[in-house]
């Protein structure tokens, strides 16, 4: 969750660390701090907040050094002080190290490590890995010290270690925390992710579970903890810098959800043959099971989790294969019973998400072929499944994911009908949804041509602080997903709930202080969902809808109506879901809040 850089090189390394750190400020804001190691030793600041605080503090003092670490910190052990602030460091102060990840039995060695004399300074489980190297010094090198003290450890780490004494080296170390090595020229960068270093360099290692990389100014080796070197492959990111920058847009998110059409496009270029109603995923190409799947178990988390539940309905309704999704954080502990025949399918942005990746490891361990649906190239999910999907949509930066939601589900629109046209679907068919995703892009346009209208919306709803969002069939997921964004941006209470389910209990919080937001376009379930909507109605409950263009029925029962173009039906929660991205994003800003880094959470969970 947190975000952390180290630089060696020839340049300064203060204004490396920070621009680098601010571009992984999304996967945790609540302090900050840096150690840079210069001709006088180690000089480090820390602060509470975000970089900016932490810039701020800094202002006008400075930290000469070409060797340094920094970090963003998403509190796990200890409150949000500048004490738990990373970097921490040994006794000495020679040792200084920055993490993200969690030792699970730091308790155990901490108080092993004070009975030897160690005094701790902050609460977190982080400060006794800076310990536990000290310890281990005693008659080794740097590195041998770094990889006895973490074969100590249990729990999750990339972390990034650096010794006063020795200007010249930076140890970085993984173990299910994502971690990378930017190479550039006489300098290298390490980082959570790839948005910290693609300002100075597109060539990469990934650093795998159980590896250590020790980098000095004239090279880098990767070891095993058994001090085994290892051949790493090398990986270009075909992401450009500007990707990553708010290009004019006030926020990220506001960005991204304005990215949708080229999401769409980007997903599904050169992957769609409408005339043979067919699609091409060269990913999955080698992947001779899926044609004969006789089931596929989508595990997932958040909106990716949504995505899923969307794909289920269309690869059972349109490929005819049983699905089953659910959230990763509980597929492992309910112990799933695998079929012969079965694929296992994870869905993630980052690539990185802790409960998914489990979820994934578990299948793989029980035999079963792993396959996903991701977007960051060369992140943990991508690597460790058999075979799988690029998103290619750029990165995602706002912590309310959008465009990946949009992108996902147009990926297992392509899914569908490769998997329909291996079984019964018809070339009919399979064209007809071939065009209609083409065109998918451009009725997004339309849609968001009524931004301004949607944040009038908002702002009429603003002082509301409960919200229902009902749906059946393809837009219950959606429904569910727009009460995500909502709660996540704007602290308020919004419940996504199943129309035909909300007369089993829902109903009874339904009055005029309780807005419903229906998604309700004209598709198999309409008549259905007027219905229920007649039923909040009736109880004097607000509504809003998302309907079909030129349905004039839904105007006259709710209050307020935001129209979404035809579309097929199981593509219709590509648009749907569109209003209800920027209704929360209007609403979050309308009530003065930070819709980029929402509180209490980070981009990318990689703790369980
Ligand atoms: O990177 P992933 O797609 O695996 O992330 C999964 C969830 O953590 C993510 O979708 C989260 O729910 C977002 N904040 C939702 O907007």
């Known amino acids: 969750m947190c975000g952390i850089v180290g630089y060696i090189g020839k340049e300064e390394a203060l204004p490396v660390l920070m621009e680098g750190v601010k571009n992984l400020e999304y996967r945790g804001y609540d302090s900050a701090g840096f150690a840079i190691l210069g001709d006088d030793g180690v000089k480090s600041e820390k602060s509470v907040g975000k970089i900016s605080a932490l810039a701020e503090k800094i202002s006008g003092k400075r930290f000469s050094g070409k060797t340094g670490i920094i970090h963003s910190r998403w509190a796990t052990h200890g409150g949000v002080t500048e004490k738990n602030a990373h970097p921490h460091s ?31 300074k902050s609460e977190t489980d982080t400060e006794v890995i800076a310990h536990l190297i000290e310890e281990e010094m005693e008659g080794k090198s740097f590195e041998n010290a770094v ?167 269309m690869l059972e309704e349109y490929a005819g294969i049983p699905v089953e999704t659910d959230v990763a954080s509980e597929f492992r502990y309910r112990k799933p019973v695998f079929r012969d025949g079965d694929i296992f399918l994870a869905v993630s942005q980052s690539g990185e998400t802790a409960d998914t990746l489990a979820a994934l490891r578990e299948a793989k361990e029980k035999g079963v072929p ?18 799988g999907v690029y998103q290619h949509i750029g990165p995602e930066i706002g912590v309310a994911s959008t465009k990946a939601f949009i992108s996902q589900v147009s990926i297992f629109a392509l899914l569908t009908i490769l998997v329909g046209r291996h079984r019964e679907m018809s070339l009919v068919t399979g064209r007809r949804i071939a065009e209609e995703l083409e065109k998918i892009p451009d009725l997004i346009r339309l849609i968001l041509k009524q931004s301004k209208n949607i944040e009038a919306l908002a702002r009429k709803y603003q002082k509301f602080v409960n919200f229902l969002y009902l749906g059946r069939k393809y837009n219950l997921p959606v429904a569910y997903e727009g009460a995500l964004k909502l709660k996540e941006i704007s602290y308020v209470h919004a419940e996504g709930c199943g129309a035909g ?67 097929l039906e199981m593509l219709t929660p590509i648009l749907s879901v569109v209003p209800l991205q920027l209704f929360a994003y209007h609403f979050g800003v309308a009530r003065g809040l930070d819709v980029d880094q929402p509180r209490n959470l980070a981009k990318s969970v990689t703790v369980e």
């Not at 000495?92 to 092993?112: C, D, F, M, R, S």
């Not at 075909?238 to 080229?262: R, T, V």
């Open 370 to 387: 792993v396959v996903s649906i991701v977007n960051v190239v060369g992140s943990t999910i991508a690597r460790y499944t058999d075979a």
């Open 501 to 567: 389910e909300m007369k089993h209990g829902p109903i009874a919080m339904i009055d005029e202080n309780f807005p419903s937001i229906f998604i309700a376009p004209q598709d198999s379930v309409y008549e259905k969902m007027v219905s229920n909507m007649e039923e909040v109605k009736a109880r004097r409950g607000p509504i809003i809808a998302v309907a079909t263009e030129g349905d004039k029925k839904i105007k006259e029962i709710a209050d307020d109506v935001i129209y979404i173009p035809k579309t």
């Open 90 to 120: 040994d006794c000495g102060g020679t040792i200084w190290l920055a993490h993200n990840g969690i030792v699970e039995n730091y308790k155990e060695l901490k108080k092993e490590l004070s009975e030897k004399g160690h005094s701790f």
């Open 147 to 313: 990889s006895s003290a973490l074969k100590k450890i249990k729990g999750t780490y990339g972390l990034v270690v650096l010794k006063s004494d020795e200007p010249g080296t930076l140890i970085a170390a993984r173990n299910f925390s994502p971690l990378l090595i930017g190479l550039g020229e006489g300098e290298y960068i390490v980082a959570s992710d790839a948005t910290a270093v693609l300002k100075h360099t597109k060539n990469v290692v990934y650093l795998d579970d159980g590896e250590m990389a020790v980098l000095t100014k004239s090279g880098h080796k990767v070891l095993d903890l058994e001090m085994n070197q290892l051949e790493k492959e090398h990986h270009v990111i075909d992401w450009s810098p500007e990707l990553a920058k708010k290009n004019g847009y006030p926020h990220f998110m506001l960005k991204e959800i304005f990215e949708g059409p080229e999401a769409v496009e980007n997903s599904t270029r050169g992957r769609l043959i409408p005339e043979e109603g067919m699609s091409k995923l060269g990913g999955l190409e080698s992947l001779t099971e899926l044609k004969e799947a006789k089931g596929i178990l989508i595990s997932a988390c958040g909106t990716a989790y949504y995505a899923g539940r969307v794909g289920e309905y």
